[in-house]
């Protein structure tokens, strides 16, 4: 079910990540609100080395109907886009660089993508940010994701708020730092009436506790009185699961970077009918490129959720 493309050799995992240079054709440099997140100057010249490269052949497409790029139909994009941002210790490490600023390079690709998913008229993007199992990593690279987490939100409210984009937080908040749970907290509530993008936020998630926790609510209903055995269905099921703060709680699409070809624990029950799309690009050097070939892919397969279609 997946698809995979082989990167030419300007695009090797080996090479540095593609960005923009600062002597790209005018109007051809990334915009938008969240465009210049990362600065050089937070990174280092080091960094700034890195990312500063000029964007390969073909990065600027043409612009099709209804402001899309070409060859991108609007009555066919995913309501609900998930993605596994998998890669950037990696990244970091082929750089000589250290992890932190891999993640702090992946942050600049989770901004366009929010940008890109706004423009294009996606209603859900969901991002798998820190697993229930990425606990066990090195506690300085814990507590630097905390931290990080902590200053994207507090420092990107204003543009949310502006831009339309809702928050959602899902996973064990109660294993968060206390300031990132109150972040979060503060961040729903605030952008709760926004109805542009909804982004779901996964921390501390694990796709089986979420199963999990919603078949002992559901058995403490029975157990109660307040639900009848027959009553349970795959619908109940849903409105227990930590997704049902969405109106489209199922992803349409997944797509995984790194080239790594398994789902992590993330979202088992919801990605059911999922079309999937691995990338082999880490999660860093992930843009508007392959966010446009991972729709055209889910754009041109037929979705017959066990039907036979003639």
Request: net charge neutral; glycine share 8%; charged share 25%.
């Amino acid at each position: 079910m997946h698809s995979l493309r082989v990167p030419s050799p300007s695009e090797h995992l080996d090479t540095l990540a593609r960005r923009p240079s600062v002597n790209a054709p005018a109007g051809a440099r990334a915009r938008g609100p969240y465009s210049s997140f990362v600065s050089s100057a937070r990174l280092g010249r080091s960094f700034a080395a890195a990312t500063d490269v000029a964007p390969r052949e073909g990065e600027w497409e043409l612009v099709g109907a209804g402001g899309l790029p070409a060859g991108l139909r609007r009555d066919a994009m995913p309501r609900h886009v998930a993605v596994i941002m998998d890669g950037n210790a990696r990244w970091a490490r082929r750089r000589g660089l250290p992890a932190a600023a891999g993640h702090e390079a992946g942050v600049r690709s989770l901004r366009e993508l929010i940008d890109l998913c706004r423009e294009w008229g996606i209603g859900v993007l969901t991002v798998f940010a820190f697993s229930s199992e990425n606990w066990v990593r090195p506690k300085a690279e814990v507590q630097f994701l905390m931290g990080l987490f902590e200053r994207v939100i507090k420092m990107e409210l204003e543009n949310f708020m502006r831009d339309g984009v809702k928050i959602c937080l899902i996973g064990d908040s109660l294993k968060l730092p206390k300031s990132l749970q109150k972040v979060f907290v503060d961040a729903e509530e605030m952008t709760k009436n926004n109805s542009r993008l909804q982004l779901i936020v996964a921390v501390s998630y694990s796709g089986k506790h979420d199963i999990v926790q919603a078949c002992k609510t559901i058995a403490h209903k029975v157990k109660d009185g307040h639900l009848e055995l027959e009553d349970i269905s795959e619908g109940l099921i849903e409105q227990e699961l930590e997704t049902s703060c969405s109106e489209y709680p199922c992803p349409d699409l997944l797509i995984r970077t790194s080239g790594e070809l398994r789902l992590s624990n993330f979202m088992l029950w919801q990605l059911a009918y999922a079309e999937l799309f691995f990338v082999p690009a880490l999660w860093p050097d992930f843009g508007k490129a392959e966010f446009m070939e991972a729709l055209l892919s889910y754009q041109q397969r037929q979705r017959r959720y066990g039907t036979r279609v003639s």
